[in-house]
């Protein structure tokens, strides 16, 4: 069992930056790739970025792509997203998740891959 706790989340004005963190306890970090979703108010979950257990593989969503750094520190076992250049269309609560991993398979960037998940974090960008 892995359990995850986002935070960082907050009201930011267009153009400006957050970070979000998600702590993991439970296993060893490094087995797990993490990703970060998001929701808005009546969308789907959408993916945003994952990482690899090593650190070593990224993906991002198309519309992330240049704004947004995923990173991950093993020895804290916490997942970083760096969010620069933040626009309204980012508004939504933001999830990150873990999926058990091995070297020899694909960073999953489906919501239904991944087993564990956190409550969530609000992150507001207002125009």
């Known amino acids: 069992q892995v359990q995850l706790v986002e935070s960082g989340g907050g009201l930011v004005q267009a153009g400006g930056s957050l970070r979000l963190s998600c702590a993991a306890s439970?296993?060893?970090?490094?087995?797990?790739?993490m990703g970060w979703f998001r929701q808005a108010p009546g969308k789907e979950r959408e993916f945003v970025s994952s990482?690899?257990?090593?650190?070593?593989?990224?993906y991002y969503a198309d519309s992330v792509k240049g704004r947004f750094t995923i990173s991950r520190d093993n020895a804290k076992n916490t997942v970083y997203l760096q969010m620069n250049s933040l626009q309204p269309e980012d508004t939504a609560a933001y999830y990150c998740?873990?999926?058990?991993?091995?070297?020899?398979?694909?960073?999953?960037?489906?919501?239904?891959?991944?087993?564990?998940w956190g409550q969530g974090t609000q992150v507001t960008v207002s125009s």
């Open positions: 439970g296993r060893t970090f490094s087995w797990y790739a």
């Open positions: 990482i690899s257990g090593s650190g070593g593989r990224t």
């Open positions: 998740a873990a999926v058990r991993w091995n070297p020899g398979r694909t960073v999953p960037s489906t919501s239904r891959a991944y087993e564990y």
